[in-house]
């Protein structure tokens, strides 16, 4: 299974760029750009959809992929990850159906 900062170096490296390149192309710094990659650090979410856009990648799922690790992250030692899974779902549609009610 492949996380966010996988992908981004799958897509890179496929394409023959240096990390630099992606680096200018995106007004990142390079370091930072390796520390997308290797996992170290975390995007935003404007950044990622620079990366999808810079990448011609699917925006939904650059962006899931990016969620995804971040809830990974925050859970991986829970013991009941389903349950939290769960209830953290119910909770998101509740507190979306109260925001787009306003």
């Given at each position: 299974?492949?996380?966010?900062?996988?992908?981004?170096?799958?897509?890179?490296?496929?394409?023959?760029?240096?990390?630099?390149?992606?680096?200018?192309?995106?007004?990142?710094?390079?370091?930072?750009?390796?520390k997308?990659?290797?996992?170290?650090?975390?995007?935003?979410?404007?950044?990622?959809?620079?990366?999808?856009?810079?990448?011609?990648?699917?925006?939904?799922?650059?962006?899931?992929?990016?969620?995804s690790?971040?809830?990974?992250?925050?859970?991986?030692?829970?013991?009941?990850?389903?349950?939290?899974?769960?209830?953290?779902?119910?909770?998101?549609?509740?507190?979306?159906?109260i925001?787009?009610?306003?």
């Amino acid at each position: 299974m492949e996380t966010f900062g996988d992908i981004i170096k799958n897509e890179r490296e496929s394409k023959g760029l240096l990390l630099r390149q992606v680096a200018s192309a995106l007004e990142i710094d390079q370091a930072i750009v390796s520390k997308f990659e290797r996992g170290e650090r975390k995007p935003t979410k404007e950044q990622v959809e620079k990366f999808a856009e810079y990448y011609n990648l699917d925006k939904n799922n650059l962006v899931t992929s990016w969620l995804s690790d971040k809830i990974a992250n925050t859970i991986f030692y829970e013991e009941n990850i389903g349950e939290v899974l769960k209830v953290a779902e119910e909770k998101a549609i509740y507190l979306k159906t109260i925001h787009d009610g306003r």
